[in-house]
């Protein structure tokens, strides 16, 4: 076909190419080739929250077909790409998933939003940091999407200052029990697993005193409640931990070594975030252009002046984003993710910004008019977006310290 014939020009070299013919083969079989999303207006749902809200009903429906595009995926071999072949992986490098991510994305599949933090940054973070028998047993699980997993990191009193967290781990013959509270954490409601980072040492500094597990979310004394957001939806919950028992062979990585493995999975994370939102950022700002002309204010010379800003950064971060893409994930620092997610993030701030100045009181008054009010939610989940993967503050603090060679802030 014409169309695999462009497809297979993505491959670089004779094993890619037979790669890229293998992966389009198994990809026409199981899904239709993605149309072109041009945005009219209004036409469908504006699709503005920048948070997934489902129903639990709905919800637990997209986790099941996730996992059942996922369980495809595994069976023709291209579920865990890079992982280890004893594992059931295919060992190959990071430039075969970025070009199978790239064919993929050129077709209509199910949304894989449930099962994103596992097979990103949980499976990451077991894969490169825990047993083989963890590994084998979990980390490979992900992947097959036989299991969900979600992230125990954030806690109510210890947001941006993750090494502050207060949930305590104490070890009773070979048992860890923990007890406290986690917070933000989503697929809470589902997950089969959680990565939980714990105090075990409360007498040490505190970057010392953390390790991390993996959780099963059965366990007994684990509590977890939807939270509901400010936009009307709960893609959140708050996850309660009351003498939970996790046996010594879930713990990952060495006690006391919790905040290596920390800080591992969080670039894993904004990895993730990076690579599914700039395509979502580049709907928005044409959807935002044409409610500029429908306003009549395109001629306005104010406007005109914000939108050149926004579409200039717009691009600018798009490109940033694709040259970190072409870069082996092991030449990359961190930096580029933590710069990615910025450029992303301020992007998002700049286009509610914009969206407000166009819409004046009908931003915040619901009328029901296409296009209007749903851009409050964006503005609203813009400012989780700098939250989540790590706070734009610690982001620039670390960015300043370790890029710019600026002196340590205080502490």
Request: charged content about 25%; aromatic content about 8%.
């Amino acid at each position: 076909m014409a169309f695999d014939k462009d497809l297979l020009e993505l491959a670089e070299g004779q094993e890619q190419r037979a790669f890229a013919a293998d992966a389009l083969a198994f990809l026409t079989t199981h899904a239709a080739r993605r149309a072109e999303q041009a945005v009219r207006w209004g036409e469908g749902e504006e699709r503005l929250a920048l948070f997934h809200e489902s129903s639990g009903e709905q919800e637990l429906a997209e986790a099941e077909a996730a996992r059942a595009w996922q369980r495809a995926r595994w069976e023709a071999g291209f579920g865990w790409i890079t992982g280890p072949v004893e594992h059931g992986g295919r060992g190959l490098p990071d430039s075969f998933d970025r070009l199978y991510r790239m064919l993929e994305g050129a077709f209509d599949v199910v949304d894989m939003s449930p099962l994103r933090i596992g097979l990103s940054t949980v499976q990451s973070a077991i894969r490169y940091h825990g047993t083989a028998e963890q590994i084998g047993e979990y980390a490979a699980s992900l992947m097959r999407g036989d299991r969900i997993a979600c992230q125990l990191f954030s806690e109510p009193e210890a947001g941006s200052d993750l090494a502050g967290v207060r949930t305590r781990g104490r070890r009773v013959a070979g048992v860890w029990r923990l007890d406290g509270q986690k917070v933000w954490t989503s697929n809470g409601n589902f997950a089969d697993i959680g990565l939980a980072l714990v105090r075990t040492d409360a007498e040490v500094a505190k970057h010392k005193g953390l390790t991390m597990f993996i959780v099963p979310m059965d366990t007994p004394g684990i509590l977890v409640r939807p939270l509901r957001q400010m936009t009307g939806g709960a893609s959140f919950c708050e996850v309660f931990l009351d003498d939970v028992a996790v046996p010594d062979s879930l713990r990952v990585g060495e006690p006391g070594g919790g905040w290596k493995v920390a800080t591992d999975t969080l670039a894993h994370e904004r990895r993730a975030t990076g690579d599914r939102s700039h395509e979502i950022v580049a709907r928005a700002t044409e959807l935002l252009w044409q409610l500029a002309v429908r306003s009549g204010r395109d001629t306005d010379p104010l406007i005109r002046d914000a939108w050149a800003k926004l579409y200039t950064n717009v691009r600018a971060a798009r490109f940033q984003q694709q040259r970190m893409q072409a870069t082996p994930e092991e030449v990359l620092t961190g930096a580029e993710r933590a710069m990615d997610k910025l450029l992303l993030v301020n992007n998002m701030r700049a286009i509610g910004q914009l969206a407000l100045d166009l819409l004046g009181s009908r931003f915040t008054a619901d009328t029901g008019e296409w296009g209007t009010f749903n851009w409050n939610k964006w503005l609203m989940g813009a400012l989780g977006y700098r939250i989540a993967g790590g706070t734009d503050e610690v982001l620039r603090g670390m960015l300043g310290e370790r890029v710019l060679g600026l002196p340590r802030e205080p502490k």
